[in-house]
């Protein structure tokens, strides 16, 4: 019975930490995971309008599909992503469709990576982070460089173009200039 008991708490543990770790703990320093669907991942596409010679980083790159996407288009992009879980499905979906040339996956907070070297920027993450994400992109990025945000806007940027509705299943995105 005792045997029984500290199974039962071992479970509960495990469940709660693994819950924590995919929803409580992100909230500390961008979005807990969520996907983008269809139409929004559609409008992010046009609006980052991918091409050999782009380097994008995804800020948050969860399962990897908008990399995907992107480096499908002919773009080099890096997913930065703390979510080990995220990051080994990332790596494994890019490694079967044969695109670890053009995708890279790195494991960690994308607020201590530079990213001054990305001419173009992705991310769904909530708008408790933005200002300090714009503070970082604006001191880090070149003149020139194009920023594209999911659901969430950029508090005092200016958008240059919009897309889609603010919805839950389909999630506006906009496009700012550096
Ligand atoms: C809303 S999900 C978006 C996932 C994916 N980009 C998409 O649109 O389908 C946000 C992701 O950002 C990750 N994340 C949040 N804050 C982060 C941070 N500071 N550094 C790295 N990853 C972060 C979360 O683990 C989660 O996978």
């Known amino acids: 019975m005792d045997a029984i008991l500290i199974l039962g708490y071992f479970i509960l543990f495990l469940i709660a930490t693994i819950l924590a770790y995919f929803f409580a703990i992100p909230f500390l320093f961008g979005a807990p995971y969520d996907i983008s669907r269809k139409k929004a991942l559609k409008n992010i596409i046009k609006l980052t309008n991918p091409k050999k010679g782009d380097l994008i980083a995804e ?3 969860g399962d990897g ?3 995907i996407e992107l480096a499908k288009r002919g773009a080099e992009v890096h997913g930065f992503e703390f979510n080990i879980f995220l990051v ?3 790596r494994r979906k890019i ?12 494991w960690g907070n994308f607020f201590m990576a530079d990213l001054s070297k990305y001419n173009k920027i992705v991310f769904f993450q909530f708008k408790s982070i933005t200002k300090k994400l714009g503070e970082k992109l604006k001191k ?3 003149r020139g460089s194009l920023v594209i945000s999911h659901q969430w806007k950029i508090q005092d940027w200016k958008i240059k173009k919009k897309l889609g509705k603010f919805n839950y299943s389909y999630g506006e995105v906009y496009l700012y200039g550096v």
């Open 95 to 106: 490694k079967k469709l044969g695109l670890e040339n053009r995708i890279k996956i790195y």
């Open 140 to 142: 880090e990025l070149k």
């Open 65 to 67: 599909r908008i990399c």
């Open 88 to 90: 080994w499905l990332s």
């Open 59 to 61: 800020l948050g790159s």
